[in-house]
């Protein structure tokens, strides 16, 4: 998979868009996408009604596109990590 990271250049205090620099690495979305695939591959084999039940159905949500925006999250992460050095966290209790 390739990823694309944003040339930024900075010039008279400004910052400019270089366009992208591909280069072939996995993306964070990529780990997501085999985080998520494990997590419902390993439900679904434990022997437990339930938690197969629970395993078949990340996978349906997953198969029809429920975690994209998350992958699309971690991927919008890893480009502002590479480029800027920085990590946005969610804060689980508002903005303060």
Known sequence: MNCC???FVKQNGKLYDKGT?????????????MGIG?????LTYTPEPITTTIGIGIGLVDVFGGFNG????LDDQQML???????????????F
Do not use: Q
């Not at 620099?21 to 780990?31: I, L, T, V």
């Open 70 to 73: 998350f992958y699309n999250w």
């Open 21 to 33: 620099d591909c280069k072939s690495a996995p993306a964070g979305g990529s780990y997501g996408k």
């Open 5 to 7: 990271r944003y040339k």
């Open 38 to 42: 494990l997590l419902s591959a390993g």
């Open 81 to 95: 990590y590479e480029n800027f050095g920085v990590l946005m966290l969610p804060r689980p209790f508002g903005p």
